[in-house]
């Protein structure tokens, strides 16, 4: 079946730092890929998604690229800000059917002033 | 345009007592879905809908019952309430199931 594993957190870092959050997949075929993002107390929101191989999906500075070689969709930004911290989730959609989102586990990011 | 609500916010339950927990959206999205998180778990699908009428099961359903009998609204229900059904749940919708999911801001319930 499918499955997303994503490195586990709390990822810290200071201001201005660059974020690198790996996000790697097991699925047949060519799923589409995304990353969504939990703030305290609220419910998730999609930041970024990618819909076949090398695309890249951009949003609030954040980016990730669809990797079918690697079977990889890692999150990064270059200069995170302190309202960048949250739960970051990355998700697939199989290619079958009524095919629904897998998530991954989640990655806490904190970033301090 | 309120998006994706749930109702209610937080809830104590004891061991044994049944509820129902209330999504509704205002999108028209013929999607729904209820999922619960916990702790070093992530998100797993309890159940989704598909359509007015229809529902499925997802990941996790045991212990749970769910039925979508007006498109915009999405009912999770728990028959007998154990501690293991403590955890946060959210409810999403979306226009198809390859689309982007709209959460709503999630129920809290802790079954003592």
């Known amino acids: 079946g499918n499955s997303v594993t994503q490195m586990e957190g709390p990822v810290t870092l200071s201001e201005e730092a660059f974020l690198t959050i790996n996000c790697t997949y097991t699925a047949t075929g060519y799923p589409s890929l995304f990353w969504y993002v939990q703030y305290p107390g609220e419910g998730l929101q999609l930041l970024l998604k990618a819909t076949k191989a090398d695309d890249k999906g951009s949003n609030k500075g954040f980016e990730a690229t669809y990797r079918k070689e690697t079977t990889s969709f890692h999150l990064e930004k270059g200069s995170v800000q302190v309202s960048d911290s949250a739960v970051y989730f990355c998700a697939l959609k199989g290619t079958r059917g009524y095919s629904t989102l897998t998530f991954g586990k989640g990655t806490m990011l904190l970033v301090s002033p | 345009n309120a998006g994706v609500t749930q109702t209610p916010k937080f809830r104590v339950l004891k061991t044994g007592q049944s509820m129902t927990l209330l999504c509704a959206q205002d999108?028209?999205?013929?999607?729904m879905y209820w999922y619960r998180q916990d702790p070093g778990m992530g998100l797993r699908l309890i159940h989704y809908s598909v359509g007015e009428g229809t529902t499925a099961k997802g990941e996790v359903p045991d212990g749970y019952n769910v039925s979508r009998l007006k498109k915009q609204n999405f009912l999770l229900g728990l028959e007998s309430a154990a501690p293991s059904q403590t955890s946060v749940y959210f409810c999403?919708?979306?226009?198809?199931?390859?689309?982007?999911?709209?959460f709503g801001p999630g129920t809290r319930l802790t079954v003592t």
């Open positions: 999403a919708s979306s226009t198809g199931t390859g689309d982007e999911q709209y």
């Open positions: 999108m028209n999205h013929e999607y």
